[in-house]
C-alpha cells in the first residue's frame, strides 16, 4: 500500500518518516521550488520559516515536557533539532541549514520514499495533508468544496534579522536571562528616555497596509512588536524587552532590554528577539536603529506579516484527525490548528501512527489527555467555538487537586504527563 504524503515541511517530514519506518512506501509531494510559499525561500524540507528556536528544554516548561514526550515518540524532527543545535541558553535553537539538510538526507536514504516536487490540487483517498499554515491557493480551494466552509485567514509575523558586524557591541552585554547556561544572547539596554524615545517613533511609524482579504485576528503569541506598544507604554516591559535578570558587567539592570539572538553556528547573523512586525520596510530601519548598538544595523531580512489558513478542525476533522468526509486520510500540522514548530511535528506523528493503524486494520489510537500532546489534540477537535491556534499547555490538561507551588505543581504535571506518555508508546510499535 502507499500513502500520499502532501508537503514536506515538519509535520509532513514526521508523518513520512513513520510510515517508512514501519516499510510503507510513501510519495511526498512538495510543491517548491516550482511554487514557492510567501515566507519559505528554499526548496529543503523541513524549512524553519522564522525563528530558527524550537523553544525551551526544561521539562517544567510546557515546551520542555512536549520535548520529552516527542523524544519517546521518536520524532525525526527533533532529533535533526538536537544534532544541529546553536547555542541558545535554555533554548533549543538549530542551524536551519544544517537541520533540514538532515531531515531530508534522513527521508532519502529509505528505499521505499519517492519525493514528488509538484504542488497538488485535488484530494485523494490515503494522504496526509500537511500543507501548512500557507498552503496553495487551488488546494485551500479544494478543501473549502470539501469542508462546505471558509477557511479561516489571519496574521502572523516575523522578526528582523541584523548582522552582527554591523552592531556597536561597546554597548551591549552578552548573558542569558538570570545567568542561566552559557552568555548567548546580545543584549541592548536602554535608558527610561531612550526606552520612552523608540516608544514614541514606534506608535508613529509607517505600517504595511493589510490587504482586505487578508484581515483577520493576530495570534498572541506572534504579536507583532508595534501591536504590543499600542497597548500601552510599559507593555513591552513585560513582553519582548523586560529586563529581569539581565545585569551589565557592573551588576546594574537596565529600563528595558533588547535581546538578539544567534541565527547561525556562525555567529554572524541575530534576530531581534520578539520583535515581530508590520512596519514598513524603511520604518524597521528608522525604528529599530533607536534601539542603542542598531544604530548602523544592517538588516539582512526585514520582519513581515504572513498569512495563515487553518480548519475549523471540530467541525471537520475526527478525533485522529482523519477527515470526517474520507477517513483513509488525515490532516496534520499547523493547517489543523495546533501552533508551533514542535506542536506541527508532533501532529505529523500521530497522522502517520495512526495511517499506519489504518493500513494494518487496528483501531486509530491518540496519547491520553494527561499528556501535552494528547490535551493538544483533543482541544483542537473537540472544543465546539470558533478555534484559534494553540500551543501545548500544562493549562490544557486535567488539573492536579493537591494545592502546590507552582514550581512543585509544574515538575508533577510534567512528570505525570512523560509517564503516561511512556506508557502510550507501550502500545505502539515504535
Ligand atoms: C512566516 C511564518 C513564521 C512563523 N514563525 C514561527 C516561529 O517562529 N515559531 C514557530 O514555532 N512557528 C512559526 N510559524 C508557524 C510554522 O509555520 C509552523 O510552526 C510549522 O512550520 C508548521 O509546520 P507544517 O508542517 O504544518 O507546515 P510547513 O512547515 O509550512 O510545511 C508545509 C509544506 O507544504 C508545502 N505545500 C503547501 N501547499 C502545497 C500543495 N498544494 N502541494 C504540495 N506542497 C504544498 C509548502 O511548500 C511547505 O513546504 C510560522 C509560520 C509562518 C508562515
Known sequence: ??????????AGSEAAYRLLKAGVDVDLYEMRPKKNTEAHTTENLAELVCSNSLKGILPTTPQGTLKCELTILDSL????AYATQVPAGGALAVDRVKFSRLVEEKLMSFTNFRLIREEVTSLLPYSIIATGPLTSKALADEIVKKTSQENLFFYDAVAPIVTKASLNLDKTFNMNRYGKGSSDYINCPMTKPEYETFYNALLKAERVIIRDFEKGDIFEGCMPIEVMASRGLDTMLFGPLRPVGLYDENGKRAYAVVQL?????????????GFQTNLTFKAQEHVFRLIPALENAEFVRFGVMHRNTYLNSPSVLNKDFSCKWDNTSFFAGQITGVEGYMESALSGILAGINMLRLLQGKKSIMPPELTLSGSLCKYITEKQRKIQPMRCSFELTPSLSQIRSKKERREALSNRAISAMQDFSRELDL
Open 1 to 10: 500500500m502507499k500513502v500520499n504524503v502532501i508537503g514536506g515541511g515538519l
Open 77 to 80: 524532527i527533533l532529533a535533526s
Open 261 to 273: 539572538r544567534a541565527e547561525d553556528n556562525y555567529d554572524q547573523l541575530f534576530n531581534l528577539v
